[in-house]
Every structure is written in C-alpha cells, then in structure tokens.
C-alpha cells in the first residue's frame, strides 16, 4: 500500500506505511528499499542512502538498491562512489539495461567517451526500444569526436527524437539518467513470502525501459 500512495504522490501517507512495515519486521529489506525510494522523491537524499545501504545489508543481491544509491551519489557530485553501485549491481545482474546506462552517463561526465560508448551499446543492445540509451550514444560518439557515428545513433533511435535532443545533445546531463520505474520496485503482497521469494522476484524484473530521473 505505501508503494500506492506513492505513486499517487501522497509521500507521507507512504511513508507511514513504510514505517509500520519496519516496525512489524524490522528485517525486511525491501520495506527499507521502497522507503529509501519514497525519501528519494522528496530530495531527502541522505535518508536515501541511510535505507538503502540498510536494504543492501539485509539483502546484498538488491540490484535496484545499487543502482538507486549509485544515482543518488552521482546528483551529490561522488561520481566514483556511483560507479561503484552502478558496476555492483551490472555484476549481480548482467542483463541490467539501466545500470548500463547509468554507468555510461558517470564515464561520459568524467569524458571517457570509449568507457561510456561501450555502455550506452550494451544498454541499447539489451533493450532496443529504449531511445535514451541510443541518444545517449550519440552523445558519447559526438564527444569522441564521431559525429558521422552520432547521427547515425540518432537515426535508428526506435522513437523520433524531440527537437532538443537534436546537437547539441542532451545538454541536460540529468535527461541521461535512467531510474526505476513504479513496476521495478518491490511491493509487497498481502500475504508476504519469505525474503528470499521475494529477492529472486525483485531480480526477475520486466523489460526495462528508461525515464528521466525527475526527482
């Protein structure tokens, strides 16, 4: 229910559904894990990671909670400490798309273009309907210097891109990032399995598709 309210946006009533979730097992890591997202939302940053590093230590195989606690670290400027999370949760779960893309975002600020070309590829190959991660491409290939490449990647984007997508592009470094979608969070059911149900259906996520990370 807490997952409910907020998606609805009603953040407190989320959250004291969250709590009371800790309260009645305090080691359930995925109320530890929605709870850090519900904060997330609100800009509470720092409660953020607080959660999600107590979801990491009840369940360490949380890829979503490495991927999440890695964007947070990029907003607060400690892009190695996000490139850990990001490479962290892509060794947990190779097929990743998102955490692909993420990573590739931090190696394209840092201006290692090839590291980030090499990840924005395989984010594109494991989901190629995702436009984003094919933007995101072009932009790498246009700071290596390949524009022919970049428009290109522009060009067999599956969705027409926006005018501001077109060069420069994507000047808003945070339209790059992508972040779980409702779907891809944990809920938990009325009657709650063990944990470790739980986890393997946590990893069993559907096909990813990107957002832009809007808070």
């Given at each position: 229910?807490?997952?409910?309210?907020?998606?609805?946006?009603?953040?407190?009533?989320?959250?004291?559904?969250?709590?009371?979730?800790?309260?009645?097992?305090?080691?359930?890591?995925?109320?530890?894990?929605?709870?850090?997202?519900?904060?997330?939302?609100?800009?509470?940053?720092?409660?953020?990671?607080h959660d999600f590093a107590q979801a990491?230590?009840?369940?360490?195989?949380?890829?979503?909670?490495?991927?999440?606690?890695?964007?947070?670290?990029?907003?607060?400027?400690?892009?190695?400490?996000?490139?850990?999370?990001?490479?962290?949760?892509?060794?947990?779960?190779?097929?990743?798309?998102?955490?692909?893309?993420?990573?590739?975002?931090?190696?394209?600020?840092?201006?290692?273009?090839?590291?980030?070309?090499?990840?924005?590829?395989?984010?594109?190959?494991?989901?190629?309907?995702?436009?984003?991660?094919?933007?995101?491409?072009?932009?790498?290939?246009?700071?290596?210097?390949?524009?022919?490449?970049?428009?290109?990647?522009?060009?067999?984007?599956?969705?027409?891109?926006?005018?501001?997508?077109?060069?420069?592009?994507?000047?808003?470094?945070?339209?790059?990032?992508?972040?779980?979608?409702?779907?891809?969070?944990?809920?938990?059911?009325?009657?709650?399995?063990?944990?470790?149900?739980?986890?393997?259906?946590?990893?069993?996520?559907?096909?990813?598709?990107?957002?832009?990370?809007?808070?």
């Open positions: 229910r807490g997952n409910a309210w907020s998606d609805k946006g009603h953040r407190q009533r989320a959250l004291r559904d969250f709590n009371q979730a800790i309260r009645l097992d305090q080691r359930y890591a995925l109320a530890y894990y929605n709870r850090g997202l519900n904060w997330r939302r609100q800009g509470a940053l720092d409660r953020a990671l990491l230590r009840l369940d360490p195989d949380l890829t979503a909670a490495y991927n999440n606690r890695g964007l947070i670290y990029e907003e607060k400027g400690e892009p190695d400490r996000a490139l850990s999370d990001f490479e962290r949760a892509i060794r947990l779960d190779p097929n990743f798309a998102r955490a692909y893309n993420n990573r590739g975002n931090v190696w394209r600020a840092k201006r290692q273009f090839d590291r980030a070309i090499a990840d924005f590829t395989k984010a594109a190959e494991l989901d190629p309907r995702d436009a984003l991660a094919r933007l995101n491409l072009a932009t790498a290939q246009q700071g290596a210097g390949r524009l022919r490449e970049a428009m290109t990647d522009i060009g067999q984007s599956p969705a027409p891109p926006p005018p501001s997508a077109l060069p420069p592009f994507l000047p808003r470094h945070a339209d790059g990032r992508s972040d779980e979608r409702p779907q891809d969070r944990a809920r938990a059911p009325a009657a709650r399995p063990a944990r470790r149900t739980a986890r393997r259906t946590e990893a069993r996520r559907p096909p990813a598709t990107t957002r832009r990370c809007a808070g």
